[in-house]
Every structure is written in structure tokens, then in C-alpha cells.
């Protein structure tokens, strides 16, 4: 029968960021010789080493065999033999455990029994600490902000995520699920990845736009809605939410809106109603809307059936007239 094995190691090891960078670079240098992959397993044993130190001082007088059984379960075979009393359980290493030049064999006899609270810590806090503290005190401005940019991007996207009405903006929120994939594959700064970063400013700058856009029409939009209702009160208070997300859907993303119900009985016109009442009744210049850049006039008629459209523009310094006439071609 095996007796109880009592035991109280370390937690498990921490490693920043930059400590795994660090050992990757190391580990890939050693090359791939034998002795190479020695001193590699040697190196990424360090709680292993722990480990073992502290299973020989809570466990005076184990043995190897002891520790692999708690350690590593899958490397104990253990066989069972029936008596006529009792059944028994013997066990051994596995094939792998017992290679020559077995690494847990040699960590195991330069292990010494010495409790955890004693050991050298795996990660030196303090250490680290001053390292980074020393790498920052040699930054340039440069260097700083390269540093801070994966952050930077990381909190304006999930501002604009928080803001941007994804209903309203079909296009906003295409551009920014390109702008969380390539933000989900840069997590670091460095001189190769500035454009990349440079694209992604770019992208979401121009979500910021439309986040803008559609915050500016909304407010004009209510705004018109509001003033409207100084002349028929018997309208809702507040405007539907549908309706207006399909204006400012229409403005943003195509410039122009079909007016529902015509340009005096649909909702587009009674806000343009609104708009011009605020206009004529605002004491302030800064408060008024701008002067219109133009005027356009559309004329549409049928004549048997067939659609016949003038289109006339009146602008400071442009006067254009279009028209787009059908006709039976049989009788011409």
C-alpha cells in the first residue's frame, strides 16, 4: 500500500509579456542538437524544479518514483495482483521516465529538500519592476507612443462600439468589424506594424465621422420634430424611433432621403416644417440654420404610360436644367 504524500509548492510560475517574448528568442536560438534540447527543457523546468525541492522536504526519504506518481500520473503504470486476502497494487516508471539521460532523473538528484516558503521566488516581482522601469526611463517621445498605441486603438474602438447605433449604421458597423480583426492580431508595437496601425487610424476615424454625422443629424432631426410640434400638438411627443433611424441611415450613408407622404404630410417634411419655423423665430445668428447652397425642382408627369422628368437646379453661380422625355418609338 502507498502512503499518504503530503505536499505545498509554489504557484504556479507568472511570466509578463515581454519574459515570454524573451525566453522564445533564447529557446529558438540553442538550435535543435541534442544538448540543445537538454539545456531547453532544463530552462523551462523551473517549477518543476521547485516542485521537486519541496515534495523531498514535506516528504523526507521519497523517491523519484513517489514524485512522478503525484506529479505526473500518466507516468506511473500501476498493476494490480489479486491474493486470496486482498488485492495489491504495484506500479513503475514509464518507458519514458526510464531513458538514459532523462531529464526529471538528473533535476530530481540535484534537488534539495527545501520547503517553498525558503525557495528563491520564480518570479522576482521587484526584479522585473526595475527592469521595466529602467527600459521606460530610456524611451524617446517616439518609442513612448509606439509603446502606448495598441492600447490607444483598443480604447477608441470600444468607444465608437459603445456609441455607433449598429441599426442606424450599416456601413459603421462593417468598418468596425474590420477594425476588430486587425486589432485582434496586433497586440504590439513595433517599427514593422506602424502602417498597419496607420491604416487602422484611418478606418476608425472615419467610423468616429459617422458616429458624428449621424449624432448631429439626430439632434437637428429632433430638434425640427420638436418645433413642429408647436403647430399641430396632437403628433406623438417623441418622434419613432424607426423612422428617424431610417433618415439618418439614408443621410449618412447615401446623402439624400426619400420624404414619406410628400414634402407636408410625411415626417421628412413636417421636421423641414420645423426646421424653417425654428429658423424664422430664432433671435441668434449662431442658433439659425445656413443659407441654403441651392435650390432644386423636380417635375414628373406620365403621358399614356409613359414616365417623362425635368430636373432644374438653381445655385449662386450655376442655373442646370435636365430632362429625360420617352415617346412610342412605332410612331416615330
Known amino acids: 500500500r502507498y502512503e499518504t504524500i503530503f505536499f505545498d509548492g509554489k504557484d504556479p510560475l507568472v511570466m509578463t509579456e515581454d519574459m515570454v517574448v524573451e525566453q522564445s528568442h533564447v529557446l529558438s536560438e540553442l538550435g535543435t542538437s541534442e544538448e540543445a534540447a537538454k539545456i531547453r527543457a532544463k530552462m523551462q523546468s523551473g517549477q518543476l524544479m521547485s516542485d521537486m525541492e519541496a515534495f523531498k522536504a514535506a516528504n523526507p526519504g521519497c523517491l523519484l518514483a513517489d514524485f512522478v506518481r503525484w506529479y505526473s500520473p500518466r507516468d506511473w503504470i500501476e498493476e494490480k495482483t489479486e491474493t486470496e486476502s486482498e488485492s495489491l497494487a504495484k506500479g513503475r516508471l514509464s518507458a519514458r521516465m526510464e531513458m538514459p539521460g532523462n531529464v526529471w532523473v538528473e533535476m530530481w538528484d540535484a534537488a534539495k529538500p527545501i520547503p517553498a516558503k525558503r525557495q528563491k521566488r520564480l518570479f522576482d516581482d521587484t526584479r522585473e519592476a526595475e527592469k521595466i522601469l529602467h527600459y521606460l526611463s ?195
Do not use: W
Not at 185 to 194: A, H
Not at 199 to 217: F, G, P, Q, T, V
Not at 242 to 251: D, F, K, Q, R
Open 138 to 332: 530610456g524611451l524617446s517621445v517616439r518609442q513612448m507612443v509606439c509603446l502606448v498605441m495598441p492600447v490607444l486603438l483598443h480604447a477608441a474602438y470600444n468607444r465608437l462600439q459603445s456609441r455607433m447605433n449598429f441599426s442606424e449604421l450599416s456601413s459603421g458597423a462593417k468598418a468596425l468589424k474590420q477594425c476588430r480583426g486587425k486589432l485582434a492580431g496586433l497586440v504590439q508595437s513595433n517599427d514593422e506594424e506602424i502602417a498597419a496601425y496607420a491604416a487602422l487610424i484611418s478606418m476608425l476615424a472615419d467610423s468616429e465621422m459617422l458616429c458624428a454625422k449621424a449624432d448631429a443629424l439626430r439632434e437637428q432631426l429632433d430638434y425640427g420634430y420638436r418645433n413642429y410640434l408647436k403647430i399641430d400638438s396632437s403628433l406623438p411627443v417623441q418622434m419613432p424611433k424607426a423612422e428617424l433611424g431610417e433618415m439618418i441611415a439614408s443621410l449618412v450613408e447615401g446623402g439624400e432621403m426619400h420624404l414619406k407622404g410628400g414634402g407636408s404630410r410625411g415626417l421628412g417634411g413636417k421636421i423641414v416644417q420645423g426646421l424653417l419655423l425654428a429658423n424664422q423665430e430664432s433671435p441668434s445668428k449662431k442658433e439659425k440654420l445656413p443659407p441654403p447652397i441651392g435650390r432644386e425642382f423636380i417635375l414628373r408627369t406620365q403621358i399614356s404610360g409613359l414616365p417623362q422628368r425635368m430636373y432644374g437646379v438653381l445655385a449662386q453661380d450655376e442655373f442646370r436644367i435636365a430632362g429625360a422625355f420617352t415617346n412610342f418609338a412605332a410612331y416615330h
